[in-house]
């Protein structure tokens, strides 16, 4: 005789509750960061010809699991370390070097975790283990297992500073989630290497944490324009640069 598990339902209507909860939150968010940046200038934009194409974020690897070790998760670093202030510095992809910038005030969380890990050494010699080459562009990077599966031993959230127009102008740096989870970001990041449309999923976009100020066209050059290595639209790349060190300031 079969019979409804009562629990399994309640257990679902509790995700739902949450996912709407972060939903919520982000766009609470978003009408804030809106009101901040109607001063800033219009950016201009590539011609992406026509209406907004709807994707599967996760065959575009823009997800990040992040692992737990035994005992009570850790917790993610302290806000105060990004002093509410833009850091800048510089990251080196193998031999090319790019320049950097954190907003520490629009994403205080990311900018927090991402100086934290970066002084701490966490991403040296750490490879970029996916490449996207159609409908959006980005490089993603920042798992040290070099599967998409990896982290430190803590999740944090929440979606700051992700645009409203859900456009990542090239040059953009964003943390990696797993789909539908504002909570769920870590280590890995990806870099927008052309200007991209990325749609946002049930809890929102993605924490824009920073920007490549320079090198980026010699980014592009030795690692993104050779592709994946099994010519995919999403995959490993052909060429694969590793962090070798991470200077912030």
Not at 7 to 12: A, D, I, L, N, Y
Not at 66 to 93: C, D, H, Q
Request: charged share 20%.
């Amino acid at each position: 005789m079969c019979g409804i598990d009562s629990s399994e339902g309640v257990r679902v209507v509790s995700e739902n509750r949450v996912k709407r909860e972060q939903l919520r939150v982000f766009q609470a968010r978003q009408v804030l960061q809106a009101s901040k940046k109607k001063r800033l200038r219009t950016d201009q934009w590539l011609s992406l010809g026509g209406a907004l194409v709807a994707v599967t974020l996760s065959a575009l690897a823009l997800v990040g699991y992040v692992t737990f070790g035994p005992g009570a998760p850790a917790k993610a670093p302290a806000l105060e370390l990004s002093e509410n202030r833009e850091w800048t510095g510089e990251i080196l992809f193998g031999e090319v070097e790019v320049g950097i910038t954190l907003d520490g005030v629009n994403a205080p969380q990311a900018t927090a975790n991402f100086v934290d890990l970066a002084t701490k050494g966490f991403y040296d010699g750490v490879s970029c283990h996916s490449l996207s080459v159609e409908v959006v562009f980005v490089m993603q990077c920042g798992d040290p297992t070099g599967t998409g599966t990896g982290g430190p031993d803590y999740r944090f959230g929440p979606i700051e500073n992700a645009p409203v127009t859900q456009r990542y102008p090239a040059g953009t740096i964003a943390m990696s989630r797993i789909g539908n989870d504002a909570e769920s970001q870590g280590s890995q990041f990806f870099v927008v290497y052309e200007d991209s449309v990325i749609p946002n999923d049930a809890v929102g976009g993605y924490t824009v944490l920073g920007q490549i100020t320079s090198g980026l066209a010699e980014f592009v050059a030795a690692y993104a324009t050779p592709g994946t290595i099994d010519e995919v639209p999403n995959g490993a790349p052909a060429v694969a640069p590793d962090i070798r060190s991470i200077t912030i300031r």
